[in-house]
């Protein structure tokens, strides 16, 4: 380590920052949310790191909590704008595909929390659910059934995440 920044800083005459400065194997390492690896046919491949899109999960999770005073239209924008701009950053990395299908169904599913939330009371979910197709009866059988689940599992039923599509 040391001979390594000698000679950064004699014959290349840079600065070397020995507190951020580390040898690590490169699977471990993240440089700007990518992150690196050799599959079995050792070819080098860059990812995105998972501290990255954890940090994306944050700010989509800030934005859609109810606290927040915004509308739905203007939620929307903002989410798509972030999702965009990191979208943009992040298609150097190879294949993002899967991840990128996660983070969509993440978002989705807090948006039809909002949603689910904001009709509050069992009168008003059985009325915007009649309003978005689903027969009364069956809407009477699902409120008793979503009613019963936790917040996170609500918008998974079939009626709420087939009629709610938001994106």
């Not at 943009?88 to 983070?103: D, E, F, M, P, T």
């Amino acid at each position: 380590m040391e001979s390594v920044i000698s000679f950064i800083e004699k014959r290349l005459k840079l600065k070397v920052n020995r507190d951020k400065t580390k040898v690590q194997r490169y699977s471990l390492s993240s440089l700007l949310g990518f992150g690196f690896h050799t599959p079995r046919w050792k070819v080098w491949n860059i990812r995105v790191s998972k501290k990255s899109i954890n940090r994306v999960k944050e700010k989509c999770r800030v934005i859609t909590t109810r606290n927040n005073g915004l509308s739905e239209e203007a939620r929307i924008q903002k989410l798509k704008l972030l999702i965009r701009g990191w979208i943009n950053y992040i298609s150097i990395a190879g294949s993002v595909k899967h991840q990128l299908l996660r983070l969509d169904s993440y978002v989705q599913n807090r948006l039809r929390i909002c949603l689910w939330k904001q009709w509050k009371r069992p009168g008003s979910r059985f009325r915007q659910l009649c309003k978005l197709g689903i027969d009364k009866k069956r809407t009477g059988y699902m409120l008793i059934v979503i009613e019963s689940m936790h917040v996170w599992h609500r918008p998974l039923v079939y009626c709420v995440h087939f009629l709610i599509i938001i994106l």
